[in-house]
């Protein structure tokens, strides 16, 4: 059996309860455009056509930037990544938050963008 990962999304932590103006800094830095969801908590910027998402999240803890991997079986994908290393720090809503050995935190979520069957890679499960 396998499954599929890849990048997917590259998620700019703002320790701040308003995201306006981490949109404008984002948005201009890489030359695009992007909009605050109605709730407040997300924004995301509209990249060009086969760049990895990039999402600006509202968050308690201390700013950072993170990756989401997405990945068509969360599961097999935590498996694969325990065995490289990483520890399982639990669930969030719909993904699992990993932390790597280096220490860095990503999360694995579902496929996120269009072209995810074909270009992401295979790995045995």
Not at 37 to 45: I, N
Not at 54 to 71: G, N
Request: proline share 5%; hydrophobic share 35%.
């Amino acid at each position: 059996m396998t499954h599929r990962s890849r990048l997917g999304c590259i998620v700019v932590d703002c320790q701040s309860e308003e995201l306006h103006g981490a949109l404008a800094f984002w948005s201009g830095l890489f030359g695009c455009s992007g909009k605050v969801d109605e709730d407040g908590k997300y924004a995301v910027l509209t990249m060009p056509s086969g760049e990895p998402k990039v999402l600006i999240q509202a968050v308690d803890h201390a700013p950072r930037v993170h990756l989401d991997i997405e990945t068509d079986d969360q599961e097999a994908e935590a498996r694969r990544l325990e065995a490289l290393g990483a520890k399982r720090i639990g669930p969030v809503k719909s993904w699992i938050v990993m932390e790597a050995p280096t220490g860095h935190r990503f999360c694995l979520v579902g496929p996120q963008r269009q072209d995810f069957d074909d270009k992401a890679t295979r790995f045995e499960s």
